[in-house]
């Protein structure tokens, strides 16, 4: 006979009303709580795609930002309003490269060759301006010396944007700011590029068009140590190998091109001037403020300490010796010019300051017209000029500056050279 579990009959049965009440809140709560959940989740796509974006358009800056600081001219550019905009530019290689935005992604390339960089991005919009006015957008090519990019997420949405202004320097003829006959062996600092009719050089927009040379084909003729940092390019002489001719050593780079020369920079001997007065003995200035207008001749020059020497005119100096000045100033106003002729060796020292107040090069031209002399600068001083010492050598040491052009027999140093590419020989 079966027994019945006793503990089992007194369960209460669910009844239909019950699980129908249960099932009721269950649907209520779920209800309620999935439109949270779906919000969470899409609240968190939309950051995530934001962060995405953002970091998308990091990456995109810093490609721009590596590759057009190279450039060494514009060659075209959309209208500054155009959102789905371009730029094309030549490269320090040679080559035309090109940015533009072409179905929802940035392209870049060699023109002809475009390839997606990054995206999505619904807006490209690029802006050039002539320096100083940073106000008024052009599209001369031929006067672009800024370069203003804007990107941006569809502006139909809720957008961001970022911008980023580079220097550019408009192409020129082949010139070298620093040319020897012989060796160039630089320790230490860079060699760069600027335009004084630009404005002051700045080094946070340093230029990338200096070229270094020699007319020698010879082996390491020239050599780079210490850090160096070409800002451009260097050629060896006719019919030399640049990769015996051109040595870097440790971290030294050149940036640009290493090439050879079609035909030697031309460095021509110097003679000493004519139709000049007769020499009036030495220049002696230790103190005070002293003022030439007219043309002049000494036997030899020493300028120091806490005084000034101002150019008045267009002039020429002849100093048959040497020349010393030690932490003087030399003022060439705008508007005047110092052509000075020095037979025997140029020191400058202890923070002086040639041509610094105005910071033109080319009004300041140095002629060193003797045999084996030296032209060197040292300790903090700053030489805006345009040198030229065929049979001799020019030193620039840390912490010195100079800023302007150079041709020499050879040159050598661990200092900052400037090439300013408006200054002429």
């Not at 971290?251 to 007769?278: F, H, K, N, R, Y």
């Not at 003797?370 to 030229?388: C, I, K, P, R």
Request: charge should be negative; aromatic fraction near 8%; hydrophobic fraction near 40%.
């Amino acid at each position: 006979m079966a027994r019945c579990d006793s503990r089992s009959a007194l369960l209460p049965a669910t009844t239909l009303v019950e699980l129908t009440i249960a099932i009721a809140i269950m649907v209520v709560i779920f209800a309620a709580v999935v439109p949270i959940v779906r919000a969470v989740r899409t609240n968190w796509d939309a950051r995530q795609a934001s962060a995405d974006q953002v970091q998308n358009a990091r990456i995109l800056f810093d490609h721009i930002h590596r590759n057009l600081i190279t450039a060494t001219a514009i060659t075209a550019v959309s209208q500054p309003n155009q959102t789905d905009g371009f730029i094309e530019y030549d490269g320090s290689d040679g080559k035309t490269y090109r940015y533009q935005l072409a179905g929802g992604n940035i392209q870049y390339g060699q023109v002809g060759d475009l390839r997606d960089l990054a995206g999505p991005f619904g807006r490209l919009r690029i802006q050039c301006f002539c320096p100083p006015d940073l106000q008024t957008p052009i599209t001369d090519v031929d006067q672009i010396g800024l370069v203003r990019i804007e990107v941006g997420t569809d502006s139909s949405r809720p957008s961001w944007s970022m911008a980023v202004s580079l220097r550019v320097e408009p192409q020129t003829e082949f010139s070298p700011g620093v040319a020897v006959k012989q060796d160039i062996d630089w320790m230490g600092g860079c060699i760069d590029s600027y335009r004084s009719s630009q404005g002051p050089y700045n080094p946070d927009a340093r230029g990338t068009s200096a070229v270094i040379s020699t007319n020698s084909n010879g082996a390491k003729k020239i050599e780079l140590s210490g850090g160096t940092i070409v800002w451009g390019d260097a050629y060896v002489g006719p019919n030399g190998d640049p990769d015996e001719g051109i040595k870097t050593y440790d971290t030294a780079c050149i940036t640009g091109t290493q090439g050879v020369l079609e035909q030697d920079v031309e460095i021509p001997d110097i003679s000493a001037p004519g139709g000049m007065p007769s020499s009036e003995g030495p220049l002696i200035l230790l103190g005070g403020t002293m003022t030439i207008s007219t043309n002049r001749h000494f036997s030899w020059a020493m300028v120091w300490g806490d005084c000034r020497l101002v150019i008045d005119g267009d002039l020429t100096i002849q100093i048959d010796q040497w020349c010393w000045i030690s932490g003087a100033e030399i003022e060439i106003p705008q508007g005047s010019r110092l052509r000075m002729y020095v037979g025997d060796w140029v020191l400058i020292t202890s923070g002086a300051m040639l041509n610094a107040s105005y910071g033109t090069p080319s009004n300041l031209m140095f002629y060193m017209y003797g045999h084996n002399e030296t032209f060197s600068t040292w300790g903090s001083s700053q030489v805006y000029a345009v040198l030229q010492n065929p049979r001799g050598s020019v030193q620039v040491w840390t912490p010195s500056q100079f800023f302007g052009k150079i041709k020499a027999d050879n040159i050598w140093g661990n200092g900052q050279i400037h090439v300013d590419l408006d200054a002429g020989f």
